[in-house]
């Protein structure tokens, strides 16, 4: 008899624990005898307790219930704990926790509802220096497979929770990309304009994102009437004017907007340079010639015309045609344009 009763202290130990604990529901017990005594200490103390304390309890417990067996009753239980708490100044935090679990066994709608939920209706919480809200909204941005959503949510985490942003530059390039993507121009210029305003901003595998954005925006701003559709029309017209050393049509037909003269070598060009560059002055002194053909490293983005016999530091310079790549306004979108000057032979 005396050895019965020492195997059945097991069975019913967990049941005379938690008698006074109404909340340790059958349904919350793991099966595992060590794991249950706990949960049914850390239940029992939950009501007990003031907000701040239960934190640390609801995070214990939600501790226990944290692997692939258990996730449905830790996403239950904080659940339940969040209705019929409303004004536990943490809901946002548990909220937080059952998205996240959702996210982690990818059932990324459900995680979604939770995260906008929580935003919606629950007040912010820092939490060690981070606000539950703006590390929803990022969630959000991440998962949303929505266009508009991820606007909108860009946009709230912008204006609303900046200090908990690492880079706010970097988050105006990525909602600009987005405005590219449904076609809304104007906006995604405004927004890579704001990007532009925090140049220590750094776009992963994206290390010159800064200059070709202000290319880009510079572009935006200007006339573009010096583009042609026809790139054998526009060398044609360069190349007369070279011959005639006629200056007014290489000022017109020269790129207003990111114009370039550099050596081969150069990674960056002196943007106050270039624009001040004068080749009329060098022209004037110069018995130049240019080649009747374009250069053989010429495709269909990109062309080079080869001219000699320059007063400069150099004799040959190369003169640069790109096709504008510019869905921004259809009618320009696929011009040519004489976007700058290599000096020197071909490396």
Known sequence: MKSLFLFLIPVFLPALFITGCERFEAYYHTGNYPDDLKLGGLFNLLEKEDYEIRYVIIKQIASIYDNPDNRNKKNQFLSNYVETHPADPFNSVYLFMVAETYEESNALPIALHYYQKLIKNYPDCVIEGNSIHAASLKK???????DDFKIEYYKELISRYSDYIDDVGKHYYYLAQIYEKIGEWDQAIQSYRKFLNFPDSRIPGEPDANKKIRERV???????????????????????????????????????????????????FDEEKAKIFNIGSFLLISDVVVSDKLDIDSNAKEAYLETRGWQYWVETWYLYFKKIDFPYDPEIDGNWEWAGIYFGNKL
């Open 140 to 146: 959000i941005i991440k998962n949303s497979p929505d």
């Open 218 to 268: 510079d572009f935006f701003y200007s006339n573009r009437n010096w583009t042609m559709p026809d790139l054998n029309e526009l060398v044609s017209i360069i190349r007369s004017a070279i011959r005639t050393k006629n200056m007014g049509v290489l000022r017109k037909y020269r790129a207003k907007s990111n114009f370039f003269a550099m050596y081969w070598e150069q990674k960056n």
